[in-house]
């Protein structure tokens, strides 16, 4: 349905819990001061690659500055920086520093490098005329271990987690609703868009109902609802499934008829979760529909179809979403239920 009015189209755009790619439209209000330290490997993470990359470079940048500075104040004290107590000099006056080949905090700076990264170039080394020299160096390389091990750990996550996995999930963009076996359905089509298989699909939908303000959310009016899936078992996502809800009894859609619909304010939450096959880790695709994504009386067409020419089964992404119309009553479900009672012969059945 479309509107004349620009600003009401943009508020009804953003005015979701959750937006059609799967991303949060929520804003969490702090009562405290954010714990940043205390969360900052999952910060890093759930952060985009630009920032964990800036962050990585400062932290290695940091520890060879402090520990360059460490070294640099032993040789300072132990009084290597004098004219004739530097590197040229050393055979004549028969000096012995605490770090052999350092002229000063350059010096010291590219030491701190070398203890961290383990290279070694051959001309700085550490003598035993400076004990502090020693422990600082064995500090140096249990922070470097313990740092770089943190680092990795960030790294692996952030390459292996399944987020972008589910970019290749798509969900249509719109609900059909229309009568099945004599019941209505309340029904969307998901499908995967990569070879690697999904095992054990569950879907799961929930419903939030608003009031005509679009700013109270009641907590008693989040409803579950109860999904099956038409075209596979659960355990093997073959091709792109239609999941289906059964108003009945129990479902929150079964007092509402056609025109009741375009008057109540909802959001129907969908979620897709599974095992990547190739990995073994979870994953889990998210979307939304409000009441302006629900189609009364219309029905998916098929998607898939068999190509005789090259002898495989061809899915048609691009009709994900094409629906065309059916007859279907405008009454709410109870009403069809009462008067299927009444007069059984009436009944509709789209399949």
Same mark, same amino acid.
């Given at each position: 349905t479309g509107t004349s009015n620009p600003n009401k189209a943009i508020r009804r755009k953003y005015l979701r819990a959750v937006f059609k790619n799967g991303e949060f439209n929520i804003y969490r209000t702090p009562t405290k001061a954010l714990k940043l330290f205390t969360n900052y490997f999952i910060l890093l993470v759930e952060t985009r690659w630009r920032w964990t990359l800036m962050n990585f470079f400062t932290a290695f940048t940091c520890i060879w500055l402090f520990f360059g500075f460490i070294y640099w104040a032993i040789s300072l004290n132990h009084d290597d920086f004098k004219d004739d107590h530097l590197p040229p000099y050393q055979n004549i006056t028969g000096f012995t520093p605490c770090i052999k080949n350092i002229y000063g905090f350059t010096s010291a700076f590219l030491f701190s490098v070398e203890v961290h990264t383990?290279?070694?170039?051959?001309?700085?080394?550490?003598? +035993? #005329?400076?004990?502090?020299?020693?422990?600082?160096?064995?500090?140096?390389?249990?922070?470097? &271990?313990?740092?770089?091990?943190?680092?990795?750990?960030?790294?692996?996550?952030?390459?292996?987690?399944?987020?972008?996995? %589910?970019? %290749? !999930?798509?969900?249509?963009? *719109? $609900? $059909? !609703?229309? $009568?099945?076996? #004599?019941?209505?359905c309340l029904i969307f089509r998901v499908g995967d868009m990569r070879k690697s298989r999904i095992l054990y699909i569950e879907p799961k939908a929930y419903v939030l109902r608003f009031n005509s303000d679009y700013n109270v +959310?009641?907590?008693? #009016?989040?409803?579950? +609802?109860?999904?099956?899936?038409?075209?596979?078992?659960?355990?093997?996502? =073959?091709?792109?499934? %239609? @999941? $289906? *809800?059964? @108003?009945?009894?129990?479902?929150?859609?079964?007092?509402? &008829?056609?025109?009741?619909?375009?008057?109540?304010? =909802?959001?129907?939450? @969908?979620?897709? #979760? /599974? !095992? !990547?096959?190739? %990995? /073994?880790?979870?994953?889990?695709a998210r979307s939304s529909f409000t009441e302006y994504d629900i189609l009364w009386g219309h029905r998916f067409v098929p998607m898939v179809g068999y190509n005789l020419d090259k002898m495989l089964y061809d899915v048609d992404f691009s009709k994900l979403s094409e629906v065309q119309q059916v007859d279907t009553p405008l009454c709410s479900p109870s009403e069809y239920d009462n008067i299927l009672l009444m007069f059984p012969n009436e009944a509709y059945s789209e399949y």
């Open positions: 383990t290279v070694a170039y051959g001309r700085r080394a550490i003598t +035993l #005329e400076c004990p502090e020299t020693i422990i600082a160096m064995c500090l140096q390389c249990i922070v470097s &271990s313990i740092f770089q091990a943190i680092m990795v750990g960030i790294l692996f996550a952030k390459l292996t987690r399944p987020r972008a996995r %589910t970019q %290749t !999930i798509l969900f249509s963009k *719109h $609900v $059909v !609703i229309n $009568v099945r076996n #004599e019941k209505f +959310l009641d907590d008693s #009016e989040q409803i579950e +609802l109860k999904l099956d899936i038409d075209e596979c078992e659960s355990t093997f996502f =073959l091709w792109p499934v %239609t @999941v $289906v *809800h059964v @108003v009945d009894e129990s479902s929150p859609f079964y007092g509402l &008829s056609a025109a009741d619909l375009l008057c109540t304010k =909802l959001e129907i939450l @969908v979620l897709f #979760e /599974g !095992i !990547i096959e190739s %990995t /073994g880790q979870p994953i889990q």
